[in-house]
């Protein structure tokens, strides 16, 4: 198996209804979050600074965004004009976010090409961080699977390393977020799971797609 990352540009926002389905399932999570958000006077002169994390192309961030805006309206915790950070890697299709943010255009935005394991954003200005089923993808592959090319599927010395790697990021995102999120406001995650059978649901399409390339 080729150790080549396939970029593919345009087409995520078309094939991530799963992922929509995801981020609609968080929306009570939202509302939680939300409610116990406390918005402090020190920070009212400065715009609610609401970063999204893992951004890919833009649809459902957008969507996701649009949520989060409308949920403060309702709460009346919006005290100010939003702006929202839209974070991915550099290599992301930014021409994708950029033309849907021009094309919605109902809030302010800006982007931040950089890995969300590292210090995105000053300490002390994010209020509401959210991520939904992004942070699952590594900084890097800690070895080739021998068995297959996907990780639920690595025995052995294979899963304690992708373990080990996923525990480093997962704690340098934590780590991060925290420096960066004004003390009292709130980090909202959506991340896919195993169940009680240890499967993700969908492990024998994956399984299928590998032997059907090899």
Partial sequence: M?????????????????????????????????????????????????????????????????LIINCLCEKNKLYREPLIIHNDLPTNDWKKVFQLLIDD????????????????????????GYSSTSIHWLSKKPCNISNHCVSLFATGDELIAFQSQVRMDYMSFLENRSHELIPGDILILALPSLNGQEQCGNQNAKDLLYKCAE
């Fill in 105 to 128: 255009n109902s809030y302010k935005a800006v982007v931040s090409g950089h890995s969300f394991c590292e210090q995105c954003l000053p300490d002390n200005s994010l209020s509401i």
């Fill in 2 to 66: 080729s150790d080549a990352i396939v970029n593919v540009t345009g087409s995520y926002n078309t094939n991530s209804q799963t992922q929509l389905t995801a981020i609609n399932l968080s929306i009570s999570f939202i509302h939680q979050a939300i409610d116990a958000l406390h918005i402090y006077n020190s920070f009212l002169s400065n715009p609610l600074i609401i970063g999204d994390f893992g951004t890919s192309h833009g649809a459902n961030s957008v969507y996701a965004i649009k």
